[in-house]
């Protein structure tokens, strides 16, 4: 069973950036998907990015583009999120998630990772 551990969220104002990582308590080889979601009360997990391997293709959703950066250091087991120019929209719970390797028109749902963090919380707020 993987673990996955979220880490780096906090009170931001808007334009700030902000680095959150994701802790795997094992490698996860061959071939998977690790994602980033975003969850506000009320609402279900949005996708933010994702990241498959091999190959490092990594696809991002409409919001984030040109903001977010994800990334995956492979010696650390970790799972990365750069957030730059944050906006208050980008206020939540963020969440890793990782699996099997999806197709490209599965990543952006939940349901079809296996394993979640317990999430992060981040605000953005003046």
């Known amino acids: 069973q993987v673990q996955l551990v979220e880490s780096g969220g906090g009170l931001v104002q808007p334009g700030d950036s902000l680095r959150l990582s994701c802790a795997t308590s094992a490698r996860i080889s061959g071939r998977y998907t690790m994602a980033w979601f975003r969850q506000v009360p009320g609402q279900e997990r949005k996708f933010v990015a994702s990241?498959?391997?091999?190959?490092?293709?990594?696809d991002y959703g409409d919001s984030v583009k040109g903001r977010f950066a994800i990334s995956r250091d492979n010696a650390k087991n970790t799972l990365n999120l750069q957030m730059t120019n944050l906006k208050p929209e980008d206020t939540g719970i963020y969440y890793c998630?990782?699996?099997?390797?999806?197709?490209?028109?599965?990543?952006?749902?939940?349901?079809?990772?296996?394993?979640w963090g317990q999430g992060t919380q981040v605000t953005v707020s003046s």
């Open positions: 998630a990782g699996g099997p390797r999806l197709i490209r028109s599965s990543i952006g749902s939940a349901i079809h990772y296996s394993y």
């Open positions: 990241i498959t391997w091999p190959g490092s293709i990594q």
